[in-house]
């Protein structure tokens, strides 16, 4: 489409320039005056399409970071429902190890120790979940 009012822009000039060459009359000055005026307009046209298929392509891609933003938010909310788990079911470990005697004191400290690393990770993964939901 673009193609086509450039032609039709260059047929115009072209037009111009010859008349403009040959000494021309008034009515023919006011004839190129018209298609000048039609030919802004066209170009003006031209530029809204092209100024709103940009502004069609920046909202999707605002709508596609949003996406990936609640993408990202489950999937974080997902691994610190997960931490959670694993250090219920440790803890839980370590009370009926402790209770029936079964656990020796190496094992209660390996389980204490991963118990560490978890919270530790759900603590990172509760501030990455905090910066993404600023960002959104």
Same mark, same amino acid.
């Given at each position: 489409?673009?193609?086509?009012?450039?032609?039709?822009?260059?047929?115009?000039?072209?037009?111009?320039? %010859?008349?403009?060459?040959?000494? &021309? &009359?008034? /009515?023919?000055?006011?004839?190129? !005056?018209?298609?000048?005026?039609?030919?802004?307009?066209?170009?003006? #046209?031209?530029?809204? *399409?092209?100024?709103?298929?940009? !502004?069609?392509?920046?909202?999707?891609?605002?709508?596609?970071?949003?996406? !990936?933003?609640?993408?990202?938010?489950? /999937?974080?909310? *997902?691994?610190?429902? !997960?931490?959670?788990?694993?250090?219920?079911? %440790?803890?839980? +470990?370590? #009370? +009926?190890?402790?209770?029936?005697?079964?656990?020796?004191?190496?094992?209660?400290?390996?389980?204490?120790?991963?118990?560490? *690393?978890?919270?530790? +990770?759900?603590?990172?993964?509760?501030?990455?979940?905090?910066?993404?939901?600023?960002? +959104?």
């Amino acid at each position: 489409m673009k193609i086509g009012f450039i032609y039709i822009f260059l047929l115009l000039v072209s037009n111009v320039i %010859l008349c403009a060459q040959d000494g &021309t &009359t008034e /009515s023919e000055n006011s004839v190129r !005056k018209q298609e000048a005026r039609e030919l802004k307009a066209v170009r003006r #046209e031209v530029d809204k *399409k092209e100024k709103k298929g940009k !502004k069609e392509a920046r909202l999707g891609e605002v709508a596609k970071e949003v996406e !990936k933003l609640k993408k990202e938010i489950s /999937s974080t909310e *997902k691994d610190i429902d !997960k931490y959670e788990k694993q250090i219920k079911s %440790l803890n839980r +470990k370590i #009370e +009926k190890g402790t209770d029936k005697g079964k656990l020796s004191p190496n094992d209660i400290e390996r389980l204490r120790d991963k118990i560490e *690393k978890l919270n530790t +990770k759900l603590l990172k993964e509760s501030k990455k979940l905090e910066k993404l939901e600023r960002k +959104k």
